[in-house]
Nanobody, 125 residues
Framework: QVRLVESGGGSVQAGGSLRLSCVAS????????MGWFRQAPGKEREGVGF????????IYADSVKGRFTISRDNTKNTMYLQMNGLESEDTAMYYC??????????????????WGQGTQVTVSS
C-alpha cells in the first residue's frame, strides 16, 4: 500500500518562502507521477503542479508559475515543493498525490489514487 506523508507547512508572511516535502513508501514500483494539490476552506481542491518521476518534467498551474518549483529525489523517495513569493491567496491545506498510470498525470485531483494527509500553509499579509 503506497503511503504519502507531507511535511514542511507552517505560517509565513507574504513574500516569504516555504518548502514542502512528500515522502512515499510502501511500494515496489513507485508512482509514475506525483503532484501537489491545495484546498482552501470553501473551495475545491486544485492542482498546483506535478512531476514525472522518471524524467523529472514538471507542469504547473498558471497561478504558481514562476513562484513554485517541484523537484524530486528518487533516492529518498521524496518530492518537494519550493514555494517562493508566497501570497495570502496561497493559504490552503497542501496535499501530495501519486498515480501509477502515466496517462493520468495531470492537474486534476480525480486522476490521482494515492494521497497524503495534508500540511497547512498559512500566508499572512
Amino acid at each position: 500500500q503506497v503511503r504519502l506523508v507531507e511535511s514542511g507547512g507552517g505560517s509565513v508572511q507574504a513574500g516569504g518562502s516555504l518548502r514542502l516535502s512528500c515522502v512515499a513508501s510502501g511500494y515496489s514500483v513507485g508512482p509514475n507521477c506525483m503532484g501537489w494539490f491545495r484546498q482552501a476552506p470553501g473551495k475545491e481542491r486544485e492542482g498546483v503542479g506535478f512531476i514525472y518521476m522518471n524524467g523529472g518534467t514538471t507542469i504547473y498551474a498558471d497561478s504558481v508559475k514562476g513562484r513554485f518549483t517541484i523537484s524530486r529525489d528518487n533516492t529518498k523517495n521524496t518530492m518537494y515543493l519550493q514555494m517562493n513569493g508566497l501570497e495570502s491567496e496561497d493559504t490552503a491545506m497542501y496535499y501530495c498525490a501519486g498515480t501509477m498510470h502515466i496517462g493520468r498525470c495531470s492537474l486534476l485531483a480525480n486522476h490521482y489514487y494515492y494521497w497524503g494527509q495534508g500540511t497547512q500553509v498559512t500566508v499572512s499579509s
